[in-house]
C-alpha cells in the first residue's frame, strides 16, 4: 500500500456483542472472532488487509471481555505491535471512534486514520487500496471520507449514501450530499433506480484531528466523556 508519503493508522472496531450472528455469534465470541469467509478470522483478516508498507501499527478497539482473544488471533496472522484499547462495556461507533482518535492524536500528531469494522468481507484488496489512497488525498485537506458499496438491490437494512459532486484536488472522491438510516423498501427502491445513493460501508478515513475537531463542534459532551 502506497499513499504518497503519509503513514496510515489503521483503526479497527471491534466492540460487537455477537447478537446479529446468534447462535454461532454470542456474547462470549461475537462474529469477528471466527473465520466466517476464509482461512482468516474476520478481525485477523480486517488488520492484514492494512498490514505492510505505508501502515502503522493498528489501534483495536474492543472490549474488555475479549481483549485476549483479539491479542492471540492479532499473533497469530502475525500483526505486530498493535495496541488493544478496551471499553469497558460495548458502545456506540462514535465513543469508540473517538477514544482511538485521543490516543492517535496524542502519540502521532497528525496521524491519519482509516477506521473500519472488524467484521467486513471484502475480496479485491488492491481495489480497495486504490480508493484508500484517493480517500487520503480527500483526507489531507481536513475532509472526513467515507466508502460507499454500489447497491445491488433495495436492501432496507443499510444505510444509504447520497452523492453529490466530485470534489476539486481530490480525483475519484464525491460529496456527500445525506446519509439515510435503513429507509423503507419504496425509498430503497427509488434510491437502487436513482443511481445517486451507495450503501454506507462504515469504513472512514480522517486525520485524527479533524475528527476531534468535528467533535468538539458537534458533540462537546461526548468527546468530554471519552476524554
Known sequence: MSTSSTTIIPVILSGGTGSRLWPLSREAYPKQFWPLV???????????????????????????????????????ARVEGARILLEP??????????AAALLAEE?????MLWIMP??????DVPALHAALAQAVTAAEFGRIVTFGMCPTAPETGFGYIESGPALDGAPGVLGLERFVEKPDAATAQRFLDGGKHLWNSGMFVAQAATLLRE????????????Q
Not at 107 to 111: D, E, M, N, T
Not at 118 to 123: G, L, V
Not at 215 to 226: K, M, T
Open 89 to 98: 462495556t460495548g458502545r456506540n461507533s462514535a465513543p469508540a471512534i473517538a
Open 118 to 123: 472488524a467484521d467486513s468481507a471484502i475480496n
Open 38 to 76: 476464509s482461512s482468516e478470522t474476520m478481525l485477523a483478516a480486517t488488520a492484514l488487509r492494512a498490514a505492510g508498507p505505508g501502515f502503522a501499527a493498528p489501534i483495536v478497539v474492543c472490549n474488555e471481555a475479549h481483549r485476549f482473544l483479539a491479542a492471540e488471533q492479532l499473533r497469530g
Open 215 to 226: 467533535l468538539q463542534q458537534f458533540a462537546p459532551e461526548l468527546l468530554v466523556a471519552v
Open 107 to 111: 502519540a502521532s500528531p497528525g496521524a
